[in-house]
């Protein structure tokens, strides 16, 4: 049976307020969508074009011009940390859209079948977990070439078995509750089971793992393009302008200091909303946490 829809207002009522009373979740939001809009607004708030060299002002300071200074081949530097905002952003993006899909997917059908199904897909799933993820994208990589899509292929494969291993978990405990006995009873198939009410059921849990993954993924495609395996030059990643940076150094430690700052304040900013969204979708944690009831 429905709900009123009274009811139904009441709760997205009470569900917005514990994200509003959550400081972490509300932090992070407002960090993460300021990231997104000020690189979503390049084009028009780069002061230069990210590419455009002038080796006469090298290694420039702060100044009007160029706000940040610039590199050693004089490019702009605020420029190349706005516009590699939307590389490593667009991956984080593609790799939690990929990782969540496939490996929600993969772990609800392990853990709803078991038997021979779900020790095929779980094998297969520790055998991913064995290995480091930075170290299997960057054998990923090395081997399908350093392109933006191997990039993204490569660190999604990494992260797909933490997805997948907590989607079953989760599944585990929803496949003997009543309303799924109940839908088998009724005929309903075993896919729109899957769909209408194990998936949607599973996905709380999932949703943090997959915004923290969003996190690692960002400093997985930094450390890819420090290592020169990542998106090539000159087109700007925060990861590279580290790279570019650390043989200006002494001179001008500002390159890498920036990127590196945007890059902490992104992953920051995703892991206060992981927090926030993990206290306030759980309910044992709303129940142990007194400030977000």
Same mark, same amino acid.
């Given at each position: ?72 081949? =004089? ?109 088998? =009873? ?41 290592? =020169? ?65």
């Amino acid at each position: 049976m429905a709900a009123p829809p009274a009811e139904v207002k009441q709760r997205r009522r009470a569900t917005l307020r514990r994200y509003l009373r959550h400081p972490g979740f509300m932090i992070g939001t407002c960090l993460l969508a300021l990231i997104l809009a000020i690189t979503l607004a390049a084009p028009w708030l780069a002061p230069h074009s990210p590419t455009q060299t002038n080796p006469l002002n090298a290694l420039a300071g702060p100044s009007a011009t160029y706000p940040l200074g610039t590199d050693q081949f =004089g490019r702009c530097l605020l420029s190349r940390l706005i516009w590699g905002g939307r590389v490593s952003l667009m991956v984080a993006f593609f790799v939690v859209v990929i990782s969540l899909t496939v490996g929600s997917i993969i772990g609800a059908l392990a853990g709803y079948f078991g038997g021979w199904i779900g020790r095929i897909i779980v094998t297969c799933n520790d055998i991913l977990l064995a290995f480091p993820s930075f170290l299997l994208a960057l054998a990923i990589v090395a081997a399908r070439g350093n392109s933006l899509d191997s990039i993204i292929v490569a660190v999604s494969v990494a992260y797909i078995p933490r997805v997948a291993a907590v989607m079953r978990a989760v599944v585990l405990t929803i496949r003997p509750r009543p309303f799924i006995e109940a839908s088998q =009873g009724l005929g309903m198939g075993t896919t729109r089971i899957l769909l209408k009410h194990v998936i949607p059921n599973a996905m709380p849990p999932v949703i943090v793992v997959a915004t923290v993954s969003a996190a690692t993924a960002i400093l997985a495609e930094a450390g890819l393009s420090f290592l =020169g395996l990542g998106v090539q030059p000159p087109t700007p990643t925060w990861g590279n302008v580290i790279s570019e940076g650390q043989t200006a150094i002494a001179s001008n430690p500002l390159i890498s200091l920036s990127a590196g700052a945007c890059i902490a304040v992104t992953v920051i900013a995703l892991n206060l909303l992981g927090d926030g969204l993990r206290d306030t979708l759980d309910p044992q944690m709303r129940r142990n946490t007194g400030k977000i009831i």
